[in-house]
């Protein structure tokens, strides 16, 4: 197997801390530059990591020859364009959830995958659900375990995110700035933070989406965004499914479930046991599930479909269904209607 080049453009806590420590344990990874708008986060991002080459303008990364992939971990509203400068330049691109804010942005990204259709484009969190627990859940439902499937819940919450972005720009010496409650950096609040994983459980496991209502609240944070949502969808298979998010949870122990005619099954979201209940067996059952994906496996699976050809898990597509479903979600907010999904 050869070896994929990485440069990295956005030296924030994900990239510190996830993306540059996971493909530094990869010996097909190497991260050649890193590229940020601060200039001294690139530059004490590479020192950290004893990377070579650091930039303020991503474009000079995007020229490098020596660049194979770029991963994009910038805050939410700019993976677009930043996408698309990287497809146009050559180069696979790993962009990190949300795919992006708006639709117009995902139908760029998507238009930009389909014109450079030999580039390798992968997007997150949904290739995070390749686990063993997942796997598990979806071999019961292609098998008909769970009979038809009514109704589905998932929920994902935790303290909210003022407290991670206070380590980092304590690691960078900056003054304390949490661009994630700012309407205008961010465009949104704890739905295209956290919501996006729930969401793109339910779409992952039970398909697309027909109809979205919602509501989003600001209950406790000092911020112009939501820090709490409910957001209800009909499946097209005609299942009904409830998702949740929060930033004001203080313990997070939770997960997503399905309810079927059959059975049901729960799941949590960082591969905890299953637990399933099925009228045949007349219990819950908790199944030993076999074997472990390997380390860093998020990094491997991309550059494992570099190497060989194949394609990710978290296609562009299937971000833009999720961002559909968001953006649909504060508009129904906002007047009070239920959306309508584009088919």
Known sequence: MGKVNFGVIGCG?????FHIPELKEIR???VVAVADVKPERARLTAERFNIKFWYSDHLKLLERS???????ATPHPTHAKLSVDAMEAGKHVMIQKPMCTRMEDAEAIVEASRKHSGLKVMVLPFVYFDTPAFDYVKNLLNEGVLGRICMARSRVAHGGPEKYQETVTRMFGEEKDCWFFDLERAHGGALLDLGVYAISQIVYLLGRVKRVSAFVATLDKPAGVDDNNVVIMEMENGA?????SSWTQIATLE???????KGSVFLNYFNMPVAFYTQKESGW???TLAGEKEPQHTHRHFIKCILEGLKPIGSPEEG????EIMEAAY???KTGKTMMLKA
Do not use: C, F, M, Q
């Open 66 to 72: 020596d660049v194979d992939a770029v991963i994009v």
């Open 28 to 30: 097909e990874a190497e």
């Open 285 to 287: 059952i908790v199944p």
């Open 13 to 17: 806590g994900i990239s510190n801390y």
């Open 331 to 333: 508009e129904s907010a």
């Open 320 to 323: 833009k269904h999720v961002v």
């Open 240 to 244: 009904l499914a409830v998702v949740e």
């Open 255 to 261: 997960g997503t479930s399905i309810y079927g005619t």
